[in-house]
């Protein structure tokens, strides 16, 4: 095995009592130093993966690797990753000083050595000159970092965190997926976050894993996702797109809309069934003789950067169209799109 | 508005007026309850005189520290094991638990009577200081079982994640975190052990008493105003262990408001 590896699962599930399994049959690895987001719906399994490597939960069937040794029985406390969680759990009876000393004190590690790892963890999450503070008296945000700190400050291998923005408004939570970002920079160490929001794990993420029902879905880099998302529901999940069905006609030519275009994808079976994406930005206002499609503007919204265009075609598909042009609702309009823009994906089952 | 104000003063004019009328009384010269003569302590230099009723005084004082620490370490361990228990019994537990506090004193004082006087326990201290901690303890789990249901379970999976073994755990997070409520238990558990009559005038003997007891057979001869007196300095004591719980509640309310 690849000695970067430091988290393996192999075919884990886990089951509660006779209930489907929340998490089926799943195996990765994660590598030491980058930083990966587990996204998918909630009871996609997510929470379950980290709990799992957390130990706070054992896995009903299949094996967990830390640095190649298997640790499926080894208690939480036992385990070199340290968890940031959704509600914080900042302990309300000591002040942040205390809270972030609590790994160390636990280790019995001497006094002063306490007080300058604190200090520097302290630092590292912008909030010197706040160790006697109450955890009352802190804002979310900055509960948010003490949080942080105190995992931070035990050194471990991998930082788990889960969900740890969703609590935070939505300035504050831009501003803290920099700082993460950043902070798995300059630790160098392992970061698995927790997410549903796709905005955010496509801004932070080096791999992400796509979940849905205990499955990992898809992984890959944010890019990969977006632009080859492997089916239907990953499309779905990532970001705003039309997905529509066709049929692979041939290598290099598929049909939807009653038409048939040139694209790039090839190796599916003649006249295959499949599913078409093409992402909003991707499709371009023009006149009814360039355009590719012919559609009429069903709605228009102004979303800041660009108009959100709801447009139909004559057989019924729903186009979404992201265009810094204007077009009146009730117009006939054409849409343009490259060849590069049609994904075609195998068509799977469910949703 | 006006008129439910005049009423809540005279409700609480109604309740205390008898003890008031009994602390007035305690400080009459007369030596009778209907015809106040003059002021005198004497009645109180009377009691403190009585080296009898100042043991009975140590006796409860002893009775009501040693069972409501005793009853607050078992109460909260009870409370824990309940917390934990599985969803069906934890209901069935604390049910049984709440049907001794609200059973009547006659019940519990007769059936600990028969219990001891089956197992052999001489009457007196010890019978005493059992059935103080027995009632005791289902008041202390009422008191701190709601501090564990309000700590979220967060707080222990974030502490075995930072290192901490169960011990740990323990130690350094469940038990700050409900400390009020064991503090809470504890002062229940000392004023109900204070002034227990019931129970206690059952399973007491060989000439062991408690305050509460001995101001009952006091009150029966019916002479003295040293029972008044006595009466007052209880009522007073009492007063400050309420004072003193609120203030310490009040502390901990304004420390741990916000969340």
Redesign the interface.
């Known amino acids: 095995m690849d000695d970067r590896v430091i988290i393996r699962f192999d075919h884990v599930t886990k089951q509660y009592d006779h209930d489907l399994p929340v998490l089926d049959d799943v195996s990765f690895e994660i590598e030491r130093g980058k930083f990966y987001t587990l996204l998918g719906p909630s009871g996609c399994g997510k929470t379950t993966i980290l709990r799992l490597i957390a130990g706070f939960i054992e896995p009903t069937k299949g094996d967990i690797y830390f640095h190649e040794k298997r640790i499926n029985n080894v208690p939480a406390n036992k385990r070199q990753v340290n968890t940031v969680f959704q509600d914080y759990a900042l302990f309300p009876h000591l002040n942040v000083f205390e809270n972030v000393a609590f790994g160390l004190r636990i280790k019995k590690m001497p006094k002063a050595d306490i007080e300058r790892k604190v200090k520097e963890a302290l630092r590292f999450v912008n909030l010197e000159g706040y160790e006697q503070r109450a955890i009352h008296e802190m804002s979310g945000g900055q509960r948010q970092r003490v949080a942080i700190a105190r995992a931070i400050v035990n050194e471990p291998d991998v930082l788990l965190l889960d969900e740890p923005l969703s609590a935070l408004d939505l300035k504050l939570r831009t501003e803290m997926q920099y700082e993460l970002r950043e902070l798995q920079r300059r630790l160098g160490i392992t970061f698995i976050f927790v997410t549903h929001d796709q905005e955010e794990a496509l801004a932070m993420s080096d791999e992400i894993f796509v979940l849905n029902k205990g499955k990992i879905e898809q992984r890959g880099t944010p890019k990969d996702i977006y632009d080859e998302p492997v089916n239907r529901f990953v499309a779905d999940f990532i970001g705003e797109s039309n997905i529509i069905s066709g049929t692979m006609i041939d290598d290099f030519v598929v049909e939807f809309a009653n038409q048939q275009f040139t694209c790039v994808d090839h190796g599916f079976a003649k006249n295959e069934r499949v599913d078409i994406v093409i992402r909003p930005e991707d499709l371009e206002l023009t006149t009814i003789e360039h355009g590719k499609l012919h559609v009429r503007v069903d709605s228009v919204l102004f979303r800041g950067v660009h108009y959100e265009l709801c447009c139909y075609d004559a057989y019924g598909n729903e186009w979404l169209v992201h265009s810094t042009k204007k077009a009146e609702i009730g117009d006939e309009i054409g849409l343009h799109f490259e060849p590069e823009a049609i994904h075609v994906m195998k068509q799977s089952g469910g949703e | 508005m006006k008129f439910s104000r005049l009423y809540l003063a005279l409700v609480f004019f109604i309740l205390y007026m008898p003890i008031f009328y009994l602390i007035y009384y305690s400080f009459n010269s007369g030596g009778t309850m209907h015809h106040f003569e003059s002021f005198t302590l004497d009645w109180y230099k009377e009691v403190f005189d009585d080296t009898r009723l100042l043991i009975i005084v140590l006796h409860t004082m002893i009775i009501a520290l040693l069972s409501s620490s005793l009853a607050t370490i078992i109460g909260v361990f009870g409370a824990i094991a309940i917390y934990y228990a599985k969803h069906r019994w934890k209901q069935t537990l604390l049910t049984l638990n709440n049907i001794l506090i609200v059973s009547p004193d006659v019940i519990i004082g007769a059936s600990f009577l028969i219990l001891f006087t089956i197992a052999g326990i001489q009457l007196g201290f010890t019978s005493v200081l059992l059935s103080h901690i027995a009632f005791s303890i289902p008041i202390v789990v009422l008191m701190v079982l709601p501090k564990l249901q309000e700590m ?1 379970p ?2 222990i ?9 169960e011990w ?1 755990v323990f130690t ?2 469940v038990l ?2 409900i ?1 009020p409520g064991i503090f809470a238990g504890f002062f229940m558990a000392l004023t109900y052990s204070l002034d227990d009559f019931a129970v206690t005038f059952f399973v007491t003997g060989n000439g062991f008493s408690t305050l509460s007891v001995e101001i009952y057979s006091l009150a029966r001869q019916g002479i003295s105003l040293s029972v008044n007196a006595l009466s007052t300095l209880l009522f007073l004591f009492t007063l400050s262990l309420v004072v003193v719980y609120y203030v310490m509640t009040q502390r901990a309310s304004v ?5």
């Open positions: 979220s967060t707080f999976d974030a502490a075995r994640d930072l290192g901490a073994n740990n350094k997070v700050p975190y400390t420390k741990g408001g916000q969340k």
